[in-house]
């Protein structure tokens, strides 16, 4: 039980964590977070999602 409310936790910090990106079509810089996002220059839907890999946390 405490794991699971713990994921749930974790999918709502990352639900509010955002970060600049590049669209990888017209490469323009935007504020995106993790789920579904529109690059706001060329309207290219974007669905972004964490890697679910313990391994990425090396080095905090």
């Known amino acids: 039980m405490k794991i699971k409310m713990a994921e749930i936790h974790v999918k709502q ?3 509010k964590l955002k970060f600049k990106f590049e669209c ?7 504020e995106a977070k993790f789920g579904k996002n529109e690059c706001p220059n060329c ?3 974007l669905q972004l999602e964490p890697k ?7 080095g905090l």
């Open 52 to 58: 679910n890999d313990w391994g990425n946390l090396r």
């Open 43 to 45: 309207q290219t839907i």
């Open 13 to 15: 910090l990352l639900s």
């Open 24 to 30: 990888p079509k017209c490469h323009h810089k935007f």
